[in-house]
């Protein structure tokens, strides 16, 4: 993830801080579900399979995202899709990237939040030897507490920067931070007792989206060498890292619980065992360190027209554009927070909203290939974008449909 201001300002990214942005916004929440995943594509060689044809989908959406900033000389996501396809499917496109970044942030922060509390459990289990329903409560050890500490002196601090060129940083602490769980993994399926073993794949296939999609056209904007060959390897080689470490954590997590294994992996494992509580807190940095450029990038599709329209009647001086940024940064951070504190049950409704990930890495990717190539009578490649167009609207319309009928039948 990046923001536009990085791009517009000289700040610059090499090939290694780009692969490692790239990988930071990849590897996320879906580290921990991906052996549930495997379990329900019904076994390693199904899985696999599905994973090799999704990332022919995924590095192709983002080399047509790549030509598409080069053609178009925007930075954002939005103003690409906006320039591209025109200003119609610009308004949806804006409206779906909000939607998706916010619930996304709601998510990230529940997520802390649950390992918040596992990670409190387990060290109180691992130093006294007691049970979970003998821990005392105190409120000063409530998740919900921490929750808010950490908003208010990590994540609100980092977000409300206008440039975050640290990023570069912070993603190779978050990327090693996440394969750390893999590592984890790996080793305790070596270490396992044989009786263990479960190999039972009768079960269907769960479909998990890459979320990097949104952040890569800020990304390539940013780069050194903006050369579409260059941009390419960037994409594959990213692209081919997360798909070694979803792999191999989905593989040997897999084979070591089989059909028992937990869509959280790290609950299969044995609460007091050091190595998997070092992996929660290590999961659990890697996910706060990609919530401040989540807020950065939908900041950016409110900010922006604001901006413009202020422009319009009167000069936009330095201090109006902090008080805005602050003030909406602010909003974003807060209204979050509460949300995932207060309200009961979010996940459902973010199951519903997060089938709009098809979107940015199916629909608009493939309507931008259709609508440049055309130009240049490239039918295969426009044949390929018509096929993109076509997957990411059944994708969306199965997971959502799917999602919306649950969520009815729990009501």
């Known amino acids: ?6 791009g517009s300002r000289g700040v610059t990214l090499g090939s290694l801080g780009a692969v490692f942005i790239m990988l930071k916004s990849s590897l996320g929440a879906g580290l921990l579900i991906f052996p549930w995943a495997f379990e ?21 959406g ?5 030509y598409s900033c080069s053609v178009s000389g925007q930075n954002t996501y939005q103003a690409v899709v906006r320039d591209v396809c025109g200003p119609a499917i610009g308004n949806l496109c804006e409206i779906c990237y909000v939607f998706n970044l916010f619930f996304i942030s709601v998510a990230f922060l529940v997520i802390v939040a649950d390992q918040l509390q596992k990670l409190c459990v387990s060290i109180y289990e691992l130093i006294t030897g007691l049970p979970e329903s003998e821990m005392p409560y105190y409120w000063y050890t409530d998740q919900r507490f921490a929750l808010f500490l950490l908003c208010l002196f990590f994540i609100f601090p980092l977000s409300v920067s206008k440039e975050i060129s640290i990023q570069k940083y912070t993603s190779v602490l978050g990327t090693f931070a996440a394969t750390y ?3 984890a993994i790996i080793v305790k399926y070596h270490k396992r007792p044989v009786h263990e073993i479960n190999l039972d794949r009768a079960f269907k296939f769960h479909h998990k989206l890459f979320p990097c999609h949104e952040a890569c056209i800020a990304v ?3 780069m050194e060498n903006r050369k579409l060959s260059h941009w390419v390897f960037i994409s594959v080689v990213s692209m081919f890292i997360c798909l070694i470490i979803y792999s191999l954590t989905g593989v040997f997590g897999y084979l ?3 059909k028992n294994v937990t869509p959280d992996i790290l609950m299969s494992y044995s609460g007091g065992d050091v190595s998997m509580i070092i992996a929660r807190l290590l999961f659990g940095i890697s996910i706060i360190t990609i919530y401040p450029i989540i807020v950065l990038l939908g900041r950016s599709v409110i900010q922006d027209p604001l901006l413009r329209r202020r422009h319009k009647h009167t000069a936009v001086t330095g201090s109006y554009e902090s008080r805005m940024r602050v003030a909406l940064t602010t909003a974003w951070v807060t209204i979050t927070l509460l949300i995932a504190v207060f309200v009961p049950d979010i996940s459902k409704v973010i199951g519903v909203v997060g089938g709009i990930g098809a979107f940015f890495i199916f629909i608009f990717p493939g309507n931008c290939a259709c609508l440049l190539l055309m130009y240049f009578t490239r039918y295969l490649l426009i044949t390929w974008g018509m096929i993109t167009l076509f997957c990411g609207t059944y994708i969306f319309g199965q997971s959502t449909s799917i999602a919306i009928m649950q969520l009815l039948s729990e009501i």
């Open 1 to 6: 993830f990046l923001c536009q201001d990085l």
């Open 40 to 60: 329900k594509a019904g076994g390693i060689h199904s899985a696999v399979i599905v994973e090799m044809i999704s990332l022919v989908f995924l590095v192709s």
């Open 62 to 66: 983002l080399v047509i995202l790549g």
């Open 181 to 183: 769980l893999t590592v």
């Open 220 to 222: 390539y904007s940013s």
């Open 256 to 258: 070591t619980f089989g």
